[in-house]
C-alpha cells in the first residue's frame, strides 16, 4: 500500500513541475516584446482591449513584427504609429509587465 502512495506522489510532483514549466514566463516575454517594439522609450502610450495589445510608438521603422509573432502574437496591425497586436488572453500580463519594467 505504501509503495502505491509512493509513486502517486512521485507522479503527482512530476506533473506539477511540468505544468509549472510549461507556463509562460511573461517578464521574459515583456522583456523581448519591448525589445522587439524598439525599446522602452519608442513606446509612447499602450492599452488593452481584450485581446488586443494597442501600443502607440515614436518611429515604427524600429519594430521587428517577425519577432513579435514568435512570441505568439495572433495578428499585428499598423495604423499609422500605432500597432494593434492580438495575445487572445496574455495581453493584460504583457501590459501589467511592461508597465513594470518602466517603473524600475
Not at 502512495?5 to 522583456?31: G, Q, R, T, W
Not at 518611429?59 to 495604423?79: M, P
Amino acid at each position: 500500500m505504501l509503495k502505491y502512495v509512493i509513486i502517486i506522489l512521485v507522479l503527482v510532483i512530476i506533473a506539477l513541475v511540468v505544468i509549472k514549466a510549461s507556463k509562460p514566463d511573461f517578464k521574459y516575454e515583456a522583456n523581448k516584446l519591448v525589445e522587439y517594439l524598439g525599446g522602452i522609450k519608442n513606446i509612447t502610450n499602450m492599452e488593452v482591449s481584450v485581446s488586443r495589445f494597442k501600443v502607440t510608438l515614436k518611429d515604427t521603422s524600429k519594430v521587428n513584427k517577425e519577432g513579435i509573432q514568435k512570441l505568439g502574437a495572433r495578428g499585428i496591425v499598423e495604423i499609422d504609429d500605432t500597432l494593434k497586436i492580438i495575445f487572445q488572453k496574455d495581453a493584460k500580463k504583457l501590459k501589467k509587465c511592461i508597465e513594470q519594467l518602466t517603473e524600475d
